[in-house]
């Protein structure tokens, strides 16, 4: 069985590892002439770290991220922490892996290193999909037309394949937008950071940081509103005097993350509405492709590295019926995603509350929380989900779990 994935994001490259590791064949198709990542932060939750220890990317994901000790929620005005969640390492020990934060170059460089160089095909854009009576294809724009036993699309929230034979709607604009730096730690080293996760809440913005590259380097994002007509670009560039104009009433922090940043950037949020089925014959979507969802649990990379795992034991324990493998994938994977979009949908609403009686309310609810060894039941949920325990039909007890 030849498989043929179209995207070298996280996801098409964790699914990519899974199989060579696995001895399956697979084409890997990606429209750049080489790997490449923008240089954003990225959080790993230990659902998702538990993949990448089963590919054997511990030890080198150990020597460039960071273990943060805690989730801390924080006033905008005082700084004061208004809720504090455990991470590591309580979360080896409840969960069964490590939370990181990753360096999105760092991480995709662990899991390309060691892929076969002669399976992976660069400058293939993609024209055009389909299948017939000999199975799927792929045309590239240059006429090209490759074939295999199975087609999956991990090709981002544009994706072709998506566009083409699911659903062509157009990602939903949120009406947020996303401003982002990378900092050197050293430079705002007087202000003696903690290594944790950080999630300021003030009214109508946003402000989340961590350590990232071995904590050498601080990754923060700042999240708002825009009436404005901010593109979806990772390149988009911002002016720092806009971002210390909407900050000059928070803490000292952020202010001072956003002086030691030389060019932020800004990228306006999208997402997209859940799909009927990610499962057309032999051909499926994976990923943003299928589930691109808002940033605010930090699961998109964590969504589509279980999707690669749970796809890559399906085909390779259904080999013998890819159609009925593929339909197996979306039934253990489909509903546990599409909550992630209607979860991260409402986080946008409460991280941004500005009415003072909200965000009492919000508050309220969170001090249920406020100790050191307790985790909330969404961590819960998020965390303890074991991909190849869902592929083997034997992850009852977290099933069991009460939905969030």
């Known amino acids: 069985m030849k498989v043929v994935i179209i995207g070298a994001g996280i996801g098409g490259c964790t699914l990519a590892l899974a199989m060579q590791q696995a001895g399956m064949d697979f084409v890997l198709l990606e429209q750049a002439e080489a790997f490449g990542e923008i240089g954003a932060g990225i959080q790993l939750s230990s659902n998702a770290v ?12 150990a020597e460039v991220c960071c273990e943060p000790d805690a989730h801390k929620f924080k006033d905008w005005a005082s700084g004061e922490t208004i809720l504090r969640t455990p991470l590591c390492p309580e979360v ?59 087609l999956i699309g991990s090709d981002g929230i544009h994706s072709v394949v998506r566009d083409q034979l699911f659903r062509p709607d157009e990602p939903l604009r949120s009406g947020f937008v996303t401003w982002r730096g990378v900092i050197d730690a050293a430079d705002v080293a007087d202000l003696k950071v903690p290594i944790s996760s950080y999630i300021i809440m003030g009214p109508k913005l946003s402000f989340v940081f961590y350590y990232v590259s071995g904590g050498k380097r601080i990754n923060w994002l700042a999240l708002g509103p825009t009436e404005g007509e901010k593109e979806e670009s990772w ?120 009415d003072a009686a909200d965000v009492e309310r919000r508050n309220a609810r969170f001090s249920r929380y406020n100790d050191a060894a307790s985790f909330t039941s969404q961590q ?25």
């Open 380 to 404: 819960v949920w998020l965390y303890s989900y074991d991909a190849e325990k869902a592929a083997l039909g034997s992850d009852d007890e977290w099933r069991a779990l009460p939905a969030w």
């Open 235 to 354: 390149s988009q560039t911002a002016e720092k005097s806009e971002l210390l104009d909407a900050f000059k009433d928070w803490y000292e922090v952020p202010r001072r993350f956003i002086e030691a940043t030389d060019q932020p950037f800004v990228t306006a949020l999208y997402d997209r509405d859940p799909l009927e089925t990610w499962v057309r014959g032999r051909i499926a979507v994976t990923g943003d492709a299928a589930h691109a969802m808002l940033p605010y649990h930090a699961q998109g990379a964590g969504q589509s590295i279980e999707d690669a795992w749970v796809l890559m034991r399906c085909l390779q324990n259904g080999a013998d019926d890819p159609a009925a493998a593929l339909r197996r994938f979306e039934a253990l994977r489909k509903d546990r995603a599409d909550r992630m979009i209607r979860h991260s949908r409402d986080a946008e609403r409460w991280y941004h509350l500005d």
């Open 50 to 61: 538990k993949v990448l220890d089963r590919l054997g990317l511990h030890d080198r994901l």
């Open 92 to 150: 080896r020990d409840a969960f069964g892996a490590p939370y990181f934060h990753s360096h999105r170059p760092d991480l995709l460089a662990a899991l390309t290193e060691g892929l076969d160089g002669e399976r992976i095909r660069f400058g293939r854009k993609v024209a055009e999909v389909g299948e017939d009576d000999t199975g799927p294809w792929v045309r590239c724009d240059d006429g090209e037309e490759i074939r295999g036993d199975v």
